[in-house]
């Protein structure tokens, strides 16, 4: 076994998340978020399933997340949609995934949120750009779902800036009232809780082409992870779903932007990527935290672990 160290709240596994996960106690973990490959009707060089086989195949992982869930932990998945092979029609693939979770595995559908990609490329190109019979894709579900019907969750971690109205009728004072929808507005609409509780779209895009991790991957000549998740995601969640020294998880770690925001955040995590090559590269996502590569691309190393099994 060969370890590599460069943080200090986490470990990366280069292996088969499967093979990890039977090594792991049950209920340990507080968070399960990850973005696996997603069932496109091309093959991607960082491998998946197809459509037909995608349910079943992820089914396997998604068992194992639900034993090693704490029973108020969560599990975050992020999967994109995608299109029948040969016309301009959608798959439901991701809808059939969703029912099997919830009613096979027996997790809880909590909420549905959805990230708004507004750097996504039109695609396909054949009914969005060639025939203009259809638009751009530009958002993907998030699900939520979790081990007990009350998960652990706090929404005041992630509060948003108020609105300058909002701002106004905070100064200004609110009288109740009632609204022709019927909804009652308490004079407490207008206190300042130091901040507005946000929606369930989240907008972020994932090109991140001025980003250090780009940055240093070419300096040093590092491969890009093709399919990044882009930071804000992750760490939406994991403040919103856990407190400092929970665990988090992502069993298709990539270039490991779950954990380089968790080790941000003071959450202990546990990565899993299958590639070695992808592994061995996301020290760089360290780099950015503060440690300077030498002229050799090398950085100083802390305290945990990339653990080659």
């Known amino acids: 076994m060969k370890t590599k160290n ?88 991701h809808f059939r995934l969703l029912i099997e979770l919830c009613d096979e595995v027996g997790f809880n559908l909590a909420q549905e949120f959805f990230w708004y990609n507004p750097a996504k490329m039109p695609a396909p190109a054949e009914w969005v750009n060639v025939r203009r019979i259809r638009v751009k894709d530009s958002v993907e579900y998030i699900y939520w779902l979790s081990a007990s019907e009350f998960p652990k969750a706090d929404n005041s971690r992630v509060l948003q800036a108020y609105s300058r109205d909002m701002e106004r009728l905070i100064k200004r004072g609110l009288a109740g009232t009632k609204r022709p929808s019927g909804h009652i507005i308490k004079q407490t609409f207008s206190e300042n809780k130091g901040g507005s509780i946000p929606g369930n779209l989240i907008q972020c895009g994932n090109n991140e082409g001025n980003s250090e991790y780009i940055r240093v991957s070419k300096q040093t000549g590092k491969k890009i992870h093709p399919a990044r998740f882009p930071a804000e995601l992750p760490r939406f969640f994991i403040m919103f779903l856990t407190e400092p020294g929970d665990i988090v998880f992502d069993p298709f770690a990539g270039s490991n932007t779950t954990g380089a925001v968790a080790e941000e955040l003071r959450r202990r995590w546990i990565g899993i990527e299958k590639s070695e090559e992808y592994a061995r590269d996301s020290e760089l996502r360290f780099h950015v935290k503060g440690n300077i590569l030498d002229e050799n691309g090398c950085s100083a190393p802390s305290q945990a672990e990339l653990t080659f099994l």
């Open 6 to 93: 460069w943080a200090q709240f986490g470990k990366l596994y280069h292996a088969d998340s499967l093979e990890v996960m039977t090594e792991m106690r049950d209920a340990t973990v507080d968070l399960v978020v990850t973005s696996p490959p997603y069932a496109l009707h091309f093959k991607k060089e960082y491998g998946n399933a197809g459509q037909k086989e995608y349910v079943k195949w992820f089914l396997l992982f998604a068992r194992e997340f639900k034993r090693i869930l704490k029973p108020k932990g969560s599990f975050v998945l992020n999967i994109g949609g995608t299109w029948t092979p040969g016309a301009p029609v959608r798959s439901l693939y």
